[in-house]
Structure formats: C-alpha cells, structure tokens
Nanobody
Framework: QVQLVESGGGLVQAGDSLTLSCAAS????????VAWFRQGPGKDREFVAA??????????SYTDSLKGRFTISRDNTKNTVSLQMNSLKPEDTAFYHC???????????????????WGQGTQVTVSS
C-alpha cells in the first residue's frame, strides 16, 4: 500500500515557475513508477511525466508537448517526486495528481488506469 500526498500548487502568473511535490508513504518506494497527471477544466485527464522505478533505472518520461518546460525528479531517500514547471502558461491550469504503480509497463506508462495509487491532487492556476 502506498499513500501519496501532493503539495505546491497555487496561483501564479504566466511565465512563472512552480514546483509540485508528491510525498509517498509505504514500503519499497524505489520500486514504484511515479507519474504526474493533470486534468484541466472540461478536459480529460492528461499524462504529464513519470519517473520509472528501480527496474526502469528511474528514467523519466514526458508527454511530448511539455518536454523542455517540465522536469520530473525523485528523491528515494525522502520518498518524494517533484515536478518542476517552468514558463507556465494559462493552458497549464489544471488539477495535478501524482500516481504510483509497481507493475506498470513502459507501453502503459501514460495510461491512468495502469496506476493503482493516487493522491488527492493539487490545483495549479496560471493567470494571463
């Protein structure tokens, strides 16, 4: 069992940066792939980024449209995964969730249904 708690959301202006954090409790955190998803107003849930677990070498994955602006990182000593978001745009406004799975395969890493554990989420609002 893994419990996830997100933090770091808020109201920012376009062009600002923001870092979200996902704190995990539970055993063997290093074995889990942890991903960030977001859901904007009237939109479907969207994959943002993931960091694979130990068997995947902790390699990051990103949705193509966010590469270069968003960076995911993890600290296994603190059981945390961070999402650094730069040059934020109004279209980045969304509710951001982190999710974890010990069994997700690479071909499903962008699929919400592949993750068994979810946090409550944190709101990010970017004003123009």
């Amino acid at each position: 069992q893994v419990q996830l708690v997100e933090s770091g959301g808020g109201l920012v202006q376009a062009g600002d940066s923001l870092t979200l954090s996902c704190a995990a409790s539970g055993r063997a955190f290093r074995d889990y792939t942890v991903a960030w998803f977001r859901q904007g107003p009237g939109k479907d849930r969207e994959f943002v980024a993931a960091t694979r677990g130990s068997r995947g070498g902790y390699r990051p994955s990103y949705t193509d449209s966010l590469k270069g602006r968003f960076t995911i990182s993890r600290d296994n000593t603190k059981n945390t995964v961070s999402l650094q978001m730069n040059s934020l745009k109004p279209e980045d406004t969304a509710f951001y969730h982190c999710a974890a799975s010990s069994t997700v395969i690479l071909s499903s890493i962008q699929t919400p249904g592949a993750y068994a554990y979810w946090g409550q989420g944190t709101q990010v609002t970017v004003s123009s």
